[in-house]
């Protein structure tokens, strides 16, 4: 049969505990050839309820026979626990202990569970309507008082002489849920450790004189510390003493370079370029990322005008990680078209695509940048960038930009040049891993997948457009 029961606090939150059920000895069931012992614990869960599964007290075929359960309650918070007998009918499959159990822990008592009831009689009369019948007159009280009559005499002292003082208490039934004629309880019944565990391995350290553990109980491996760095005493450390540059040495001479947002080291903590040169041009400082060449040493007698779908190749060399997310080509002049016609993009030197225009895009009109000399402004010469989708890192390499003229007429667009026309142009001047710096393709609708400078389609006879790399 099933035992439930359920255990809150006064405020309604669930306590915590056990509730045991221990029978009087082991319980033999020799038609099942089966013996049971031992107590049953019921751990409390997190609602505080227990559901125990239990033999009946009257199970039949059991012996012996004729007993009960002895029931302890352990409850957290609860000092004095409950202990009382409990019988369990096999009647019942199912019963709660707040159906049966006693509310007056002091005094156990066996707790039989009711057996099936018989049909109820008709009220009677009570002895006031008795009375009445029999002719009584007045209120329940009036009757009530008549009962008591007038207090008589004492009698006599009888032969026993007068009262004794009181005895000494009955016997106890049980303790801490045990049952026997000699009870002797040890540590653990109590939920105590033994006296002789203080001191002993696997058992309670203990405290010496001055309050604390004595040193024969700590860890060989532990203990105070004795020194720090070799040092004793009242020990101060700084960053010499652990091998390490104070903060002051951050950006500071003879000490370490920091890293700007970007993660490099500023410009500022560089050294001069190779062989001592300083204070010359780079395309930073004209507020390009990256430039084919430098404009200011080209010659360019005449103008040269984009060949439709000609893709023009330029070489470009990154020394350090850079970011960009602009092709930009050198216009001699160009007034602007509104048709989306111009493609660009970066390649790797192994030929892979980095980045490139999703779709061909419209240009502005060049030269028109504010405070730029006016010729530049009225003949429309300058810098014409393409945007990328993104913004890309290039790492430390070789690699081509392009500019293709998708569709238009042979002369829409005027450029800056180097000029060339020779099968074999200066730029590509190079030993060892063939790296070619200016070169093109012919029938190129957009941006190709990959580039190879090998290919058979590739020329070199033409005025090579200057170009660069920026960042919006």
């Known amino acids: 049969m099933t035992v439930t029961g359920r255990f809150l606090s006064p405020d309604g939150k669930p306590l915590s505990g056990n509730v045991t059920f221990r029978a009087p000895a082991q319980l033999t069931f020799p038609a099942?050839?089966?013996?049971?012992?031992?107590?049953?614990?019921?751990?409390?869960?997190?609602?505080?309820?227990?559901?125990?599964?239990?033999?009946?007290t009257?199970?039949?075929?059991?012996?012996?026979?004729?007993?009960?359960?002895?029931?302890?309650?352990?409850?957290?918070?609860?000092?004095?626990?409950?202990?009382?007998?409990l019988l369990l009918s096999a009647k019942h499959p199912r019963v709660d202990l707040a159906d049966i159990a006693p509310t007056d822990p002091t005094k156990p008592q066996y707790i039989p569970v009711e057996g099936p009831r018989g049909e109820r009689g008709d009220r009677g009369q009570s002895a006031y309507e008795v009375a009445v019948a029999e002719g009584f007159t007045g209120t329940p009280a009036d009757w009530l008082a008549s009962l008591v009559g007038p207090r008589g005499t004492a009698g006599p002292q009888g032969d026993h002489g007068p009262t004794g003082p009181q005895g000494p208490p009955g016997v106890i039934q049980s303790v801490n849920g045990i049952?026997?004629?000699?009870?002797?309880?040890?540590?653990?019944?109590v939920g105590a450790l033994a006296a002789t565990a203080a001191g002993a391995a696997g058992g309670l350290a203990t405290l010496g004189p001055d309050g604390k553990v004595p040193s024969a109980q700590l860890p060989t491996a532990g203990g105070a510390v004795e020194s720090v760095n070799d040092r004793t005493g009242r020990v101060?450390?700084?960053?010499?003493?652990?091998?390490?540059?104070p903060t002051t040495a951050a950006g500071a001479p003879r000490g370490v370079a920091t890293l700007d947002a970007d993660g490099h080291v500023p410009a500022t903590q560089?050294?001069?370029p190779t062989g001592g040169v300083r204070n010359t041009w780079t395309p930073q400082a004209l507020g390009f990322q990256a430039w084919t060449c430098d404009p200011y040493v080209i010659a360019n007698p005449v103008a040269k005008y984009l060949t439709p779908q000609r893709l023009?190749?330029?070489?470009?060399?990154?020394?350090?990680?850079?970011?960009?997310?602009?092709?930009?080509?050198?216009?001699?002049g160009y007034g602007g078209v509104p048709a989306s016609r111009y493609a660009a993009g970066i390649y790797?030197?192994?030929?892979?695509?980095?980045?490139s225009t999703a779709a061909p895009v419209s240009l502005g009109m060049a030269g028109q940048t504010a405070g730029s000399p006016p010729q530049m402004i009225n003949n429309h010469i300058g810098a014409t960038p393409v945007a990328m989708p993104s913004t890309v890192t290039l790492p430390p390499g070789r690699y081509w930009i392009t500019w293709v003229l998708t569709t238009g007429g042979t002369a829409d667009y005027a450029y800056y040049h180097v000029q060339n026309e020779a099968p074999v142009a200066g730029a590509n001047f190079f030993f060892g891993t063939p790296f070619a710096r200016a070169w093109y393709l012919n029938s190129q609708p957009d941006t190709p997948a990959r580039l190879n400078q090998g290919d058979a389609g590739v020329f070199t006879d033409h005025d090579i457009p200057i170009m660069a790399l920026a960042l919006a």
């Open 348 to 355: 790797r030197e192994d030929g892979t695509k980095v980045t």
């Open 312 to 332: 023009y190749v330029c070489g470009i060399n990154i020394t350090e990680p850079t970011k960009t997310n602009q092709v930009i080509m050198f216009t001699r």
């Open 58 to 85: 009257d199970a039949p075929g059991m012996d012996p026979s004729a007993w009960s359960y002895t029931v302890t309650e352990a409850l957290a918070g609860i000092p004095a626990g409950r202990t009382y007998q």
């Open 179 to 189: 049952s026997a004629t000699a009870i002797k309880l040890t540590a653990s019944d």
């Open 270 to 272: 560089l050294p001069p």
């Open 236 to 245: 101060q450390l700084d960053a010499a003493s652990v091998g390490a540059l």
């Open 32 to 56: 099942s050839d089966v013996i049971l012992g031992g107590p049953v614990v019921a751990q409390l869960d997190a609602q505080g309820q227990i559901a125990a599964t239990l033999p009946a």
